[in-house]
Nanobody, 123 residues
Framework: QVQLVESGGGLVQAGGSLRLSCAASGRTFSSYAMGWFRQAPGKEREFVARISWNGGSTYYADSVKGRFTISRDNAKNTGYLQMNSLKPEDTAVYYC????????????????WGQGTQVTVSS
């Protein structure tokens, strides 16, 4: 079992930055791939970024490529999503997720989820 807790969300103006954190507890976090997803009101949850268990491989949705950076610190059992040049369309609840055997963009294949953190970008 892995427990995930996101933090770092908030209200920011367009063009600003936020860094989300995902603190993991329970089983060894370093054994899990990690992903970030987001869900805007009235929309389906969508993939944002993912990172392999050792941080050696990352992948981004086209909508955030070049603006967001996913990383992790396994010594601290924490993952991160650095978000720069934020746009109003980035407004959503952001979720981190962990997977023992899957690394990809399909949310249904992730095993554990956090409760989410709200990110609001004003124009």
């Amino acid at each position: 079992q892995v427990q995930l807790v996101e933090s770092g969300g908030g209200l920011v103006q367009a063009g600003g930055s936020l860094r989300l954190s995902c603190a993991a507890s329970g089983r060894t976090f370093s054994s899990y791939a990690m992903g970030w997803f987001r869900q805007a009101p009235g929309k389906e949850r969508e993939f944002v970024a993912r990172i392999s268990w050792n941080g050696g491989s990352t992948y981004y949705a086209d909508s955030v490529k070049g603006r967001f950076t996913i990383s992790r610190d396994n010594a601290k059992n924490t993952g991160y999503l650095q978000m720069n040049s934020l746009k109003p369309e980035d407004t959503a609840v952001y979720y981190c997720a962990a997977s023992r055997a899957y690394i990809g963009h399909t949310s249904a294949r992730y095993d554990y989820w956090g409760q989410g953190t709200q990110v609001t970008v004003s124009s």
